[in-house]
Structure formats: structure tokens, C-alpha cells
């Protein structure tokens, strides 16, 4: 059975920093992309960013360009988010996913979520 587990997310004030860590079980994805999406209170899911198979395409939103950076280590079945300068309106619940490409309709698995709470 397939496991993404995220860890990292926690309360931070603006302008501070995360690392978010999702740590993929059950099989290996050094094959397929890994990705970040979140979701607002409120709002819908949205991508964040995602990481190709071999690290070499790389994909964010223009409003995270700059201040994230995704990376991954296949050895480890793991990808990485690094969110610096942090704004209260990156408060969100971060779903690690694992697909075919770097948009929702090519994900086949979920994670369950880490919570991010940027206080101003």
C-alpha cells in the first residue's frame, strides 16, 4: 500500500522559514514527479510547485517563484519544500502528491496534509 507522509509544518511568524518533508512508502516514485499542492480555508487546492523524476524540471506558481524551492532525494523517496519569507496568506494545508506530471489531474496519490500557520 502506497503511503506520502508529510512533516515540517508548524506555526511561523511572517518573513521565517519551513522545510516541508514527504516521504513517499510502499513503492518507489523515483520515476514519476512529486509535488506540493495546498489548500486555504475557504479556498480550493492549488499547485505549489512540483519536481521532475530526475530533478531536472522544476515548476512553481508565480507568486511562490523565489521564495520556494522544491528538490527531492530518490534514494530516499523523499521531496522537500523549503518556503522562505513567509506571508500570512501562505497559511495552508500542504498535500505532498506523487504523478504523472506537474498538475492535479496527473496525480495519482495524496498525502494527507501538513498544516502551515504564518502569523503576522
Known amino acids: 500500500q502506497v503511503h506520502l507522509v508529510e512533516s515540517g509544518g508548524g506555526l511561523v511568524q511572517a518573513g521565517g522559514s519551513l522545510r516541508l518533508s514527504c516521504t513517499a512508502s510502499?513503492?518507489?516514485?523515483?520515476?514519476?514527479?512529486m509535488g506540493w499542492f495546498r489548500q486555504a480555508p475557504g479556498k480550493e487546492r492549488e499547485f505549489v510547485a512540483a519536481i521532475s523524476s530526475n530533478g531536472d524540471e522544476l515548476s512553481y506558481t508565480y507568486s511562490e517563484k523565489g521564495r520556494f524551492t522544491i528538490s527531492r532525494d530518490n534514494n530516499k523517496d523523499t521531496a522537500y519544500l523549503q518556503m522562505n519569507s513567509l506571508k500570512p496568506e501562505d497559511t495552508a494545508v500542504y498535500y505532498c502528491?506523487?504523478?504523472?506530471?506537474?498538475?492535479?489531474?496527473?496525480?495519482?496519490?495524496w498525502g494527507k496534509g501538513t498544516l502551515v500557520t504564518v502569523s503576522s
Open positions: 502528491a506523487v504523478g504523472r506530471g506537474p498538475y492535479s489531474s496527473a496525480i495519482d496519490y
Open positions: 510502499g513503492r518507489t516514485f523515483s520515476t514519476q514527479w
